[in-house]
């Protein structure tokens, strides 16, 4: 059984950093695409970033060059290190697993960009 919990959400002021973390429990995150969404009320759910078994990223160009998704397999977690971030990115932030064609999500941690 797959279980996603993520971490490390909360209220920062516009141009500060926060870094969200995902633990899986019941697979090897290494094995499988790790991605991290983001869903705003009254819109869908969009891809931030991406990371492959074999270490390639992808992000969203909202997210290039501001947004670094990580992976530590020692401890079996996929990180977003947020910076420069910007009210726009004020979302729940879900984390999923790409497991045979599903995605598997953990329940999602709310980030608030805000002065």
């Known amino acids: 059984q797959v279980q996603l919990v993520e971490s490390g959400g909360g209220l920062v002021q516009p141009g500060g950093s926060l870094r969200l973390s995902c633990t899986s429990s019941?697979?090897?995150?290494?094995?499988?695409?790790m991605g991290w969404y983001r869903q705003v009320p009254g819109k869908q759910r969009e891809l931030v970033a991406s990371i492959t078994s074999g270490g390639i990223t992808k992000y969203a160009d909202s997210a290039e060059g501001r947004f670094t998704i990580s992976r530590d397999n020692a401890q079996n977690t996929v990180y977003l290190q947020m910076n420069s971030l910007k009210p726009e990115d004020t979302a729940v932030y879900y984390c999923s697993q790409s497991i045979g064609g599903l995605n598997y999500w953990g329940q999602g941690t709310q980030v608030t960009v805000s002065s």
């Open positions: 019941g697979t090897m995150i290494r094995l499988y695409v």
